[in-house]
């Protein structure tokens, strides 16, 4: 077992990697009294771990009410936040009680939400099952709902009481998913992490064919980057805002397909790709550094876009970026591997001939630093 700890003062927690749920029941037992609990969780989710999870806090003394969603970023709404209140309602939750996220970003997400809002704000466990989640949306607080017209812009910073992370749930992950979450993974090392990023480089099928000290070392150095970024910076003053790299253009991605053709971290790939080709125009990467990127990410998989959909309507949804000052885009632009920029000089007219070679291209005619790609 490892801990990891995320160091915020009075809302310090642990992040605890283990590779089973079986010792949880202690270390929630050792940081909050048991009581009543709402067990969220999805319809994927449920099925393979809930009962197994809902009968360790059982053991532990909580009575748990399970509430399994819809499984999907569909499901990330004020409606299903509602559904929720509801619930917990209804099982006799109290201030004392406590909400547990048993699932990927979006139960994370939304669960945070409702234990954020619940009674002005209930003890909340982050139980994620991606290696997404694992990674990223579990640790740091950003809880949050969607709206129509963009990502995640209603919800607040709310600090889990501990995170869990069973790594052998992995092993029932989709393909589709762990590539998600691997893109985010990547991130890390292009954004922070130079040795993270050749660890990758180096034993990327052993990550891949998820073995077991590799792919532990890995989550843990990114719970770690995270807890490092998040212990500096927790409410995205200055530093936290590294992590969105790739978000500005994967967000709107995601949101101009109505949150129904990308997983996050397809998004945020591509939105990557796009900048480490806006940094090699815009001349702030070097062309071997934007190369060891490319190939990396092509590791990964950069989906293409749908063949419907137009760079405008990418753009319309770009605008809704919360992340937005005024008229201009904030672009986090890698600068070497494990260095990145914040770039807030760049305006739509930047964006749009790459963003519509993204579009029209094959997608993997981003995916190298070939002759005239360069320019944009
Ligand atoms: N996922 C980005 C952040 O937590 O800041």
Not at 217 to 246: P, S, T, W, Y
Request: with cysteine; hydrophobic share 45%.
């Amino acid at each position: 077992m490892e801990t990891i700890k995320v160091s915020l003062g009075e809302r310090s927690y642990e992040i605890r990697l283990s590779h089973t749920f079986e010792p949880l029941a202690g270390a929630v037992c050792g940081i909050l009294p048991a009581g009543r609990a709402l067990l969220v969780s999805d319809e994927n989710v449920y099925p393979l771990y809930g009962a197994a999870v809902r009968s360790l806090l059982e053991q532990a003394g909580f009575q748990v009410t399970p509430a399994v969603i819809p499984a999907g970023e569909e499901s990330k709404t004020l409606a299903q936040a509602d559904a929720l209140y509801t619930a917990a309602i209804t099982a006799g939750l109290d201030r004392s009680s406590a909400v547990f996220a048993l699932g990927g970003g979006v139960v994370g997400d939304l669960a945070g939400f409702v234990a954020a809002t619940y009674l002005r704000g209930v003890p909340f466990i982050q139980l994620p099952t991606t290696l997404l989640s694992q990674v990223d949306s579990s640790v740091g607080g950003k809880v949050a709902v969607n709206h129509r017209l963009g990502k995640n812009l209603i919800g607040a910073f709310y600090q889990p009481r501990l995170v869990w992370i069973a790594t052998d749930v992995l092993q029932t992950l989709p393909e589709r998913e762990f590539f998600s979450g691997a893109a985010e993974v990547a991130k890390y090392g292009a954004i922070m992490s130079e040795p993270l990023f050749r660890l990758l480089e180096e034993k990327w099928e052993a990550f891949r064919s998820l073995e077991s000290d590799v792919l532990t070392g890995v989550i843990a150095e990114c719970c770690r980057l995270k807890a490092r970024v998040v212990a500096e910076d927790e409410q995205e003053k200055g530093l936290r805002a590294i992590l969105n790299f790739g978000h500005t253009i994967g967000h709107a991605l995601e949101a101009a397909t109505a949150y129904r053709y990308y997983l996050h971290g397809e998004a945020v790939l591509a939105g990557m790709v796009l900048a480490v080709h806006l940094a090699l125009g815009q001349g702030l990467l070097g062309r071997e550094d934007g190369e060891r990127l490319l190939k990396l990410f092509a590791r990964v998989g950069l989906k293409a876009a749908p063949p419907w959909l137009g760079a405008r309507e990418v753009l319309a949804a770009m605008r809704q970026d919360k992340k937005r000052t005024g008229e201009r885009l904030v672009f986090i632009l890698p600068a070497a591997v494990g260095q990145v920029r914040v770039c807030n000089h760049l305006k739509e007219e930047d964006i749009l001939p790459l963003l519509e070679r993204y579009l029209k291209d094959a997608a993997e005619n981003l995916l190298t630093v070939g002759k005239n790609r360069l320019r944009i």
